[in-house]
């Protein structure tokens, strides 16, 4: 990578008297000047304004000419933040989170405790039918005119119940395209 430089000084050669064999310009100044050019040309990279260090994203599978490919990050999605740019975060892999997941599982055994109940009750209808065998006995059904009611408050006995739960498959295979981050040389 060079810049041009001029390897003769053709206009020395103007203040020089007529006749003067150093004021011919001999073909071989002119292909010493158009070697200098040439070499320039083809080992000449174009700087522009992109400091070296820069970070930059192509869509390509290698770096470009005078930039170097990145290999810190690998199977990533890129987020635009309005904050500070330039950091990483998350702890899945793309295509990890993007996966077809299975929708299916059992919750564990649960026991409702009494404070976990909503407040209600159960109505009980009884109805004293008379002496049978020498005692009352009572009996329980339905709500009718020669019943009277009862109410009973919750309670709890401690038991366990799960749930189980399936549904159709999750499907986030998002498209993407692969792109490479490079930084300038």
């Known amino acids: 990578m060079s810049n041009y430089t001029q390897v003769t000084d053709f206009s020395v050669k103007d203040n020089l008297a007529s006749g003067d064999a150093a004021k011919v310009i001999k073909g071989s100044d002119i292909d010493a ?11 000449k990279q174009e700087g522009g304004d992109v400091p070296s260090g820069s970070a930059m994203v192509f869509f390509q599978t ?8 990145s290999t810190t990050n ?6 635009v933040t309005s ?16 996966a077809s997941q ?3 599982g ?8 009494t404070n976990q ?12 039918v008379g002496a049978a065998g020498g005692a009352n006995y009572a009996t329980y059904g339905a709500s009718g005119s020669a019943q009277t009611s009862a109410t009973a408050v919750n309670s709890t006995t401690g038991a366990t119940h799960t749930h189980t739960f399936s549904g159709t498959a999750i499907d986030l295979d998002v498209q993407y395209i692969n792109v490479i981050v490079c930084t300038k040389d």
């Open 106 to 113: 059992t919750n564990a055994g649960t026991a409702l405790s």
């Open 83 to 98: 904050g500070d740019g330039g950091g990483t975060g998350g702890s899945v892999a793309f295509e990890t989170a993007f």
């Open 102 to 104: 299975a929708v299916s």
């Open 33 to 43: 000047e158009l070697s200098a050019i040439s070499t320039a040309i083809a080992t």
């Open 117 to 128: 109940i909503p407040a209600h009750t159960h109505p009980i209808f009884a109805s004293q």
């Open 62 to 69: 290698a770096a470009p000419t005078g930039w170097t490919k």
């Open 74 to 79: 690998n199977d990533k999605a890129l987020r």
